[in-house]
C-alpha cells in the first residue's frame, strides 16, 4: 500500500481565498484523523471520522473550517476565507485500531 | 491542565548515553498510551505503543508506564546521532481502546557524537 496519501504537499494562498487539502487513507482502515501543527500550539487534533462518520470536531478552530468524508477512500478539509493565522503544516492519519499512519502533510502558507 | 504535557527540552546527550523522556496526562481512565517520533519536515511515526502498568521493551526502546502516577516514559539506550528528532507523545482520551489521540507539545532530543 501506497499508505496516507495528501494533496498538494504545498499550498500557497492570499488571506481570503477557499484552500482545500485532500487525504486518501490506507485502503481498509476505517478511521481518518486530520491534525494540525505549530511551533506554538504542537499538533492538534482538528477532526476525526469513524466508518466515514465525524465522531468528534471540537477541536475546528472556527465554522471558517469544515471536513467531509465522503466515502472510505476520501477526505477533505476546506478552509473559507483562509487567514494567515491558518498558516500550519496539516496532517492526515489513518488507522484500523490504534496504530495511526500520518500522510506526508500540507504546508499551508496563507499570504 | 493541559491533557498531554511533556518535559519541555530541549534534551541534549552524548553518543551512547541513555535519553530519558516523560509524559504526565489528565485523564484518569486513560488506556492506551503512545510515543511517535518526528524527524524535522517529517510525519511523526510510530516507536512504542503501552497499554499495562511496567515496562516495555523494543530494542533500544523502553516504554515505561504508571497509571496511579498518570506517568509514561520512554527510555533510549545506547543512544544515536540518528535518534536526532522531536519526540511526541501521545494518548487515547477515555477509556477506549481506540479513539481521540491527543499528543503532548513534543521533546527535541539532540544526540552529539
Known amino acids: 500500500d501506497a499508505g496516507v496519501i495528501q494533496s498538494p504537499r504545498h499550498e500557497v494562498t492570499e488571506m481570503g481565498q477557499e484552500v482545500t487539502l485532500r487525504c486518501k487513507p490506507i485502503?481498509?482502515?476505517?478511521?481518518l484523523f486530520w491534525y494540525r501543527q505549530t511551533m506554538m500550539r504542537g499538533l492538534e487534533l482538528l477532526i476525526y471520522?469513524?466508518?466515514?462518520?465525524?465522531?468528534?470536531d471540537s477541536g475546528m478552530p472556527e465554522d471558517r473550517f469544515s471536513a467531509k468524508m465522503p466515502n472510505a477512500s476520501f477526505s477533505t478539509l476546506k478552509i473559507q476565507p483562509s487567514e494567515p493565522r491558518d498558516s500550519a503544516v496539516y496532517f492526515c492519519?489513518?488507522?484500523?485500531?490504534?496504530?495511526?499512519?500520518f500522510g506526508s502533510g500540507t504546508q499551508l502558507s496563507v499570504l | 491542565q493541559k491533557e498531554v504535557e511533556q518535559n519541555s527540552g530541549p534534551l541534549s546527550v552524548p553518543e551512547g548515553a541513555i535519553a530519558s523522556l516523560n509524559c504526565t496526562y489528565s485523564d484518569r481512565v486513560s488506556q492506551s498510551f503512545f510515543w511517535y517520533r518526528q524527524y524535522s519536515g517529517k510525519s511523526p511515526e510510530l516507536i512504542m505503543s503501552?497499554?499495562?502498568?511496567g515496562d516495555k521493551e523494543d530494542g533500544r526502546f523502553t516504554a515505561q508506564l504508571n497509571k496511579a502516577s498518570q506517568y509514561v516514559s520512554l527510555l533510549i539506550r545506547d543512544s544515536q546521532p540518528s535518534d536526532s528528532a522531536t519526540y511526541l507523545c501521545a494518548v487515547i482520551i477515555g477509556g477506549t481502546s481506540y479513539g481521540k489521540l491527543t499528543f503532548g507539545q513534543g521533546t527535541i532530543l539532540t544526540v552529539h557524537p
Open positions: 503501552i497499554y499495562s502498568n
Open positions: 485502503s481498509g482502515h476505517n478511521s
Open positions: 492519519a489513518s488507522t484500523e485500531r490504534t496504530e495511526l499512519f
Open positions: 471520522f469513524n466508518n466515514n462518520v465525524p465522531i468528534d
